[in-house]
Every structure is written in C-alpha cells, then in structure tokens.
Nanobody
C-alpha cells in the first residue's frame, strides 16, 4: 500500500522559514515527478511546485518563486519543501503528491495520482 507522509508543518511568524518533508513508502516512484500543493480554508487546492526524478526540471507557482525550494532524495523516496520568507497568505494545509509522469505541465491535480494526508502551515502576521 502506497503511503505519503508529510511532516514539518507548524506555526511561524511572517518572514520565517519552515521545511516540509514527505516520505513515500510502499513503492519507489522512479521516473515520476513529485510535488506540493496547498489548500487554504474555503479555497481550491493550489499547485505550489513540482520536480522531476532527476531534478533537472522544476515548475513553480508564481506566488512562491524565489521563496520556496523543492528538492528530493530518491534513495530515501523523500521530497522536501524549503519555505523561506513566509507570508500570512501562505497559510494552508500542504499536501505532497506523486505525478503520473516524470514531469508536470500545468500543475493540475489531475496530473497527480498519489497524495499525502497534509500538514498544516500557519503564518502569523
């Protein structure tokens, strides 16, 4: 059974940093992109970033460019999200996900087929 388990969420002040981790178990996602989405209360799930298997192709949402960095350790089947210069509008539940292919074209939820349970990130002003 495939499981994606996120960790690292919490409460941080504006301008602060957090590092999220997502460990996959049950299978190895070779040649699959992995990424992060977020969902704020009352809003739709929003694409944040995705990274392909080799790390050569990254797609970022405009709202997080220059502040968030995705990385992955394929040996550990883990993907990370380093979030710097956090803003109150970054407050959301953050979900990691595994893409159906080794790249993401549109950041659409339909491009992903495995999801974690989410971790809360709250940024206070």
């Amino acid at each position: 059974q495939v499981q994606l388990v996120e960790s690292g969420g919490g409460l941080v002040q504006a301008g602060g940093s957090l590092r999220l981790s997502c460990a996959a178990s049950g299978r190895t996602f070779s040649s699959r992109a992995m990424g992060w989405f977020r969902q704020a209360p009352g809003k739709e799930r929003e694409f944040v970033v995705a990274l392909n298997w080799s790390g050569s192709n990254t797609v970022y949402a405009e709202s997080v460019k220059g502040r968030f960095t995705i990385s992955r350790d394929n040996a550990k089947n883990t993907v990370y999200l380093q979030m710097n210069s956090l803003k109150p509008e970054d407050t959301a539940v953050y979900y990691c996900a595994v893409a159906k292919y080794d790249r993401v074209w549109f950041g659409n939820v339909n491009e992903f087929d495995y999801w974690g349970q989410g971790t809360q990130v709250t940024v206070s002003s």
